[in-house]
Structures are given as C-alpha cells and as structure tokens.
C-alpha cells in the first residue's frame, strides 16, 4: 500500500494569528488542544498547528480552485506569494503567511485531481 499523508502540522510562532491568517485564507475553523497546539476541525485530511519555529521549505501544496485569488486574498492578509509556475499538473506557488511559515499552493489542471 502506498505511504500517504495521514497527519500534517505546521510550524508557527503564535497560533492566534496563524488562525486568523488560515481561517479568512482558507475558512478553516479550530480547536485549541493545549497552550502549544490547534487543531484544524473542518478539513478531511488531520491537520494542525504547533508553537514553533516556521519551515523554510513549502513542502505541502493545498489544492485550489482559484490560485489567482487564493494569492490574493494571501496578500491581503499580510502574507507573500512567490511566482505562480504552469505545469502539465496545473498551476502552483509558494505562499508565505503572515508570520513567515511557507505552504505551497496547486490549482489542478483539467484532469489532473
């Protein structure tokens, strides 16, 4: 069977902001399970935020229908966007939130999810 995300965190300094930022970004709601940690409610995949250092390396892309929009709705929210690349798999960027920790986003190509 083929190894796949079961689990993801991400790494930020304060949870409250990274809620905010990924709240109004995606429409993600949370549960605080302690001092260090929220966890995402709404989404399929397990995921959440540690207290932290942010990564470096967007290694995680987020699917989405609208990458134009995404990134623009990032800026708005104080964070950065890097180049949107063309791919046969679609369109794709890195995306800097407002404290620094960096994702990545995908919006598909026809066919491609």
Known sequence: ????????????PDLDR??????ALF???FKREHETYLHVTNTALPMGFV??????????????SDIDAVAEQARKLGGSVGEVVD???????????????????WQPAPGSA
């Open 1 to 12: 069977m083929p190894v796949e995300l079961g689990y993801y965190t991400l790494s930020v």
């Open 18 to 23: 990274a809620a905010a930022f990924y709240g």
């Open 27 to 29: 429409g993600w709601e």
């Open 51 to 64: 207290t932290g250092e942010p990564s470096a390396h967007p290694n995680l892309y987020y699917q989405v």
């Open 87 to 105: 791919s046969a798999s679609g369109r794709s960027c890195s995306c800097t939130d407002d404290q620094g920790a960096q994702i990545g986003l």
